[in-house]
């Protein structure tokens, strides 16, 4: 049964803070994704990755940077913590062009 | 970047009627036209998708039709029942989702 594994379901942190989101997969996938939800928004990319050692920012990079170190491993890095990046975040892993598949998300909370 | 919109934004329908939501994409290149559907506390999950070679897929209560020339392709869903209450994304490509429609069958 295909996985994602999202480190935390849910996450406090204080403003300025640095945060790490971790997704870990286990299907072998080439992509990964980080995308953020809001309300009334949709999701909206942050960064992707077709690669190890590769990435490429979204739509909404600011304030955001990612490490794919290992081709399982998709680290999302908040480098100081703002309140507006209070939301829920959701990493996803998929063949090249073909269904993604998301983990349960990471609600985050920047105080 | 690739422009989608999504309608309706919500809808409710009574257990048993159809419901019908539409996704309109700007870029002529993609191929790939899946629809999510995402259940509270949950990550969004494929339900249906469909590739630029066929107008229409069909899978027991649900359906998505493709319309290429004019850019749009349709998540159909049949015989509604409660469970089908969720929130549904269109995504041509990956890298760029719908709004979402949050769907509520009454019953």
């Known amino acids: 049964d295909v996985k994602v594994t999202q480190s935390s379901r849910y996450l406090v942190k204080r403003t300025g803070e640095k945060v790490f989101l971790e997704c870990v997969q286990d299907?072998?996938?080439?992509?990964m994704f980080w995308y953020r939800q809001d309300p009334g928004l949709g999701l909206r990319l942050i960064y992707f990755?077709?690669?190890?050692?590769?990435?490429e920012k979204g739509d909404i990079p600011e304030g955001y940077s990612v490490s794919r170190e290992k081709k399982e491993r998709f680290s999302l890095i908040l480098e100081s913590a703002s309140t507006n990046q209070t939301s829920m975040y959701l990493c996803a892993s998929s063949l090249p062009g073909l269904e993604l598949f998301f983990g349960s998300g990471t609600q985050l909370s920047v105080l | 970047g690739e422009n989608v919109e999504q309608h309706p934004s919500t809808l409710s329908v009574q257990e048993g009627d159809s419901a019908v939501i539409k996704c309109t994409y700007s870029d002529s290149a993609s191929n790939y036209f899946p629809w999510y559907k995402q259940e509270l506390g949950k990550g969004p999950q494929l339900i249906i998708d469909i590739r630029s070679n066929v107008g229409e897929k069909k899978d027991q209560r649900i359906a998505v039709t493709l319309n290429k020339t004019a850019k749009h392709f349709s998540l159909h869903i049949t015989e509604t029942q409660p469970e089908d209450s969720a929130v549904y994304f269109c995504?041509?490509?990956?890298?760029?989702f719908g709004s979402g429609t949050q769907l509520t069958v009454l019953p």
């Open positions: 990755s077709y690669d190890v050692k590769m990435k």
């Open positions: 299907m072998d996938h080439e992509n």
């Open positions: 995504a041509p490509r990956q890298l760029t």
